[in-house]
């Protein structure tokens, strides 16, 4: 069976760091492209970060919001995805997935949005 599982999430104060983690089964995270997608309260999902299949020579995508401050890595041994987190502000408040589309071995399913496996989600809340 397919699944990503997110976790990592939580309270956090401002300017503090995180880690979220991604794991996969059913599949390899090295064949595919995996990306970071997160939904603050009353707005819609925006992609934030996205590493492609190891097939594929280009360094990670960030949206530039984030860029500089987060970043996005595989850890093969435990199929992960890894997003670190740092510089947390409040507008970084989400629910946060690690999508897939298991057609696509570079980014453009997640930045363009087509994406067909998800996960639960992880909620972070960057306060004081």
């Known amino acids: 069976q397919v699944q990503l599982v997110e976790s990592g999430g939580g309270p956090v104060q401002p300017g503090g760091p995180l880690r979220l983690s991604c794991v996969a089964s059913?599949?390899?995270?090295?064949?595919?492209?995996v990306g970071w997608v997160r939904q603050a309260p009353g707005k819609e999902r925006d992609w934030i970060a996205c590493?492609?299949?190891?097939?594929?020579?280009?360094?990670?995508y960030y949206r530039d919001s984030v860029k500089g401050r987060f970043t996005i890595s595989r850890e093969n041994a435990e199929n992960d995805v890894i997003l670190e987190m740092t510089k947390l502000t409040p507008d970084d408040t989400a629910v946060y997935y690690c999508?897939?589309?298991?057609?696509?071995?570079?980014?453009?399913?997640?930045?363009?949005?087509?994406?067909?496996?998800w996960g639960q989600g992880t909620s972070v809340t960057v306060s004081d």
């Open positions: 999508p897939t589309y298991l057609s696509y071995t570079d980014c453009a399913g997640v930045i363009t949005g087509i994406l067909d496996i």
């Open positions: 059913g599949f390899t995270v090295d064949d595919y492209a």
């Open positions: 590493i492609g299949s190891k097939s594929v020579y280009h360094s990670p």
